[in-house]
């Protein structure tokens, strides 16, 4: 008789534990629902060819969505994000065109080293970074706030770097062989095995980040933060500090990202980037990284990007209106952050 209770109580254990991990991964279940019946609908949905090209696609995204990610533990937001991976694709991009192009935007420009119009790029990010940290943990501003209005002046100030009279804002192509390979490049045997460069890269961007989040006092004052900005200040954490430093790396990974997207289009117009902070946000929700602060893993994050874009893939592959994508993908963001609150106030 106790033998069977400790089995019944091991099966309601059990039970209970499936229940919570439902409740907590709602929405990440139903998405893997979701693509799993595009899956059946269209068996080319899990070819090689496509999973690699959702891979090189969720790269860049990944990137992104790391530098929200941080943002979001420490209790704030980042709208900026898309905007300045546009005008980080268009300072790379202007800088890398072939000197043989008709249109190219600095005619008498030396050919430079890839690296450092990347370089450059990633500084224009981490810039605009610097200034949104500053306006949060100096001015008091709250996060949406200042970053609603950095993403409307970057997305100016992007728009008038390409406007070239009398042509107006023309999209920047012509680029380099050697900076487009970074994008459609790849290690191993020409196919469907190869390995990306931008999966690689955006890889060793993981681990970096990883460990920043896990194993530095860095990542400590992050999570601190989130959970409660007084007691941190309490404990001796200088919080504006850190918040500034949280914002400066987020900066610094869209001017990576916007670099990498122009060499993986092989082009660049000031509308890069359009909407791909909602997206990152909604990712890192769908991943267990709490709009409330103080709870995020890494790997949650890019699992949220995977399944956001193999849903945004699959889509695409059944041939839905582009217009009724954005509605899903409205409703994706609102059910996930609804949930996240939900949860946060059933902790209270």
Known sequence: MPAIDATHGGTAGTLKRAREFASKNAIMLV??????????????????????????????????????????????????????????????????QRP?????????????????????????????GLVNGLVVAKLKVPPFIATLGSMVIVYGAASIYVDRPPRGA??????????????????????????????????????CYWIMLNKTRLGKNIYAIGGNPRAAAVSGVNVSKNLILVYVIAGALYGLAGALLAARTGGATNNYGQMYELDAIAACVIGGVST??????????????????????????????????????????IAAVAVDIRKYLAKR
Do not use: C, H
Not at 108 to 122: C, E, Q, R
Not at 178 to 190: A, E, H, M, Q, V
């Open 170 to 207: 023309q999209p920047i192509g012509g680029l380099r062989a050697d900076f487009t390979r970074i994008g459609s490049g790849y290690l191993g045997p020409n196919g469907d095995i190869s390995i990306p460069y931008l999966v690689l890269i955006a890889a060793a961007i993981i681990i």
């Open 292 to 333: 409330s602060g103080g709870i995020g893993k890494v790997g949650g994050m890019i699992t949220g990007v995977l399944i956001f874009e193999v849903l945004n893939n699959g889509l695409v592959i059944l041939g839905v209106n582009a217009y009724w994508q954005q509605v899903i993908k409205g409703v994706i963001i």
């Open 31 to 96: 998405l893997l629902a979701l693509v799993l019946v595009i899956g059946v609908i269209n068996a080319s949905f899990f070819s090689l060819s496509n999973i690699r090209n959702i891979f090189i696609i969720s790269s860049v995204r990944i990137i992104i969505a790391l530098g929200i990610g941080g943002i979001l533990i420490t209790g704030g937001t980042d709208l900026s994000a898309g905007r300045t991976v546009g005008l980080a694709s268009v300072i790379a991009a202007s800088l890398l």
């Open 100 to 128: 043989d192009y008709a249109d190219r935007m600095y005619r008498n420009l030396p050919l430079l080293p890839v690296i450092a119009p990347i370089a450059l790029a990633v500084l224009a990010g981490l810039l605009v």
